[in-house]
């Protein structure tokens, strides 16, 4: 089944995360089908906190991907902030 997940990259303390579309079989930081966005929880000052590719997120739910959890919350979030 493929997933869209959360990838960790950045150093101690310091937490970044990769929007990535994988096969859910393979390891959290395995190689992945498409990168599709990041996650930066630590964002000070201008720093961008979150960046999607909406469309290809869709595509792939369309393809029949299934977001993780805190993925779809974080969807439903950047939508809410895109809209606005």
């Known amino acids: 089944m493929v997933t869209i997940r959360l990838t960790r990259r950045g150093g101690r303390n310091q937490p970044f995360y990769h929007v990535v579309v994988t096969d859910s079989r393979k390891r959290q930081g395995g190689p992945s ?27 792939w739910v369309g393809k029949g991907a299934q977001p993780s959890e805190r993925v779809a919350h974080l969807v439903s979030s950047y939508r809410k902030q895109a809209t606005a």
């Open 33 to 59: 089908l498409e990168h599709v966005g990041f996650f930066n929880p630590v964002a000070r000052g201008s720093e961008q906190k979150l960046k999607l590719d909406l469309p290809r997120i869709d595509y």
